[in-house]
């Protein structure tokens, strides 16, 4: 069975802080998909990044970073010097075949 | 940009009636979804489609539920009977790949279904 668990709940940061939201995978398969989404209080799902299960280059993007350890079945995601703008519920989910699971998501309070 | 366009973004409905959400997807994409979030809850995959077949369900997506691509650009999802605890917000996505190549998911803004 496929599973995806984002254990921290709600994460609460002031400006310029770095904040990293941890993502733990479960899956038998060896071909899978991971992304995360971007749900801002506007309600709407943006995505962030996708990455397969061969891929384990970490990747950048501007202050989004992004650490993929297959031998952990992670997938976390920094911010760099967090801004008020990034308040949103981040949601961690795998994909295999035509089936996508997400994860509970992760709410992230950024304070001026 | 292209997007993905659900209509309405509102709908209100009595127990036991029907509704049809509808769904613009992006125009070369051959695969939609759908997903409900239930209020501060997350979102949770009810099915996906690709050449007018159902390609994979949840066990949410019982016999009450039912997608159709009625022409060329529309996607929707009916709800036969509905009941208290399918009032959430509705998500439709598209992508260009699936399968063993998963690809990108964009999703429209949502439609919101009260149950009353």
């Known amino acids: 069975a496929q599973k995806v668990t984002q254990a921290q709940t709600e994460i609460s940061v002031v400006e310029k802080e770095d904040v990293t939201l941890d993502c733990v995978y479960e899956?038998?398969?060896?071909?899978?998909?991971l992304f995360w989404y971007k749900q801002p209080p506007s309600g709407e799902l943006v995505f962030l990044i996708r990455?397969?299960?061969?891929?384990?280059q970490n990747e950048i993007s501007g202050r989004y970073s992004w650490n993929f350890q297959k031998s952990t079945s992670s997938f976390n995601f920094t911010i760099t010097a967090s801004q008020v703008v990034d308040s949103a519920v981040y949601f961690c989910?795998?994909?295999?075949?035509?089936?996508?699971?997400f994860g509970a998501g992760t709410r992230l309070f950024v304070k001026a | 940009e292209p997007e993905v366009t659900q209509t309405p973004s509102h709908q209100v409905t009595q127990m036991g009636q029907e509704v049809i959400l509808r769904c613009v997807p992006i125009?070369?994409?051959?695969?939609f979804y759908w997903y409900r979030q239930i209020l501060g809850q997350k979102v949770e995959f009810l099915v996906s489609?690709?050449?007018?077949?159902?390609?994979?369900k949840s066990e949410i997506f019982d016999d009450q539920f039912s997608v159709e691509r009625p022409d060329g650009s529309n996607f929707t999802l009916k709800i036969r009977s509905t009941k208290l605890e399918d009032s959430a917000m509705y998500f439709c996505?598209?992508?260009?790949?699936?399968?063993?190549?998963?690809?990108?998911?964009?999703f429209g803004a949502g439609t919101r279904l009260s149950v009353l």
């Open positions: 996505a598209s992508s260009d790949t699936a399968g063993q190549s998963s690809g990108i998911q964009y």
């Open positions: 489609f690709y050449n007018n077949e159902i390609s994979e």
């Open positions: 989910a795998l994909s295999r075949g035509f089936k996508t699971i």
């Open positions: 990455r397969n299960s061969f891929d384990e």
């Open positions: 899956t038998r398969d060896t071909t899978y998909y």
């Open positions: 125009s070369n994409h051959l695969y």
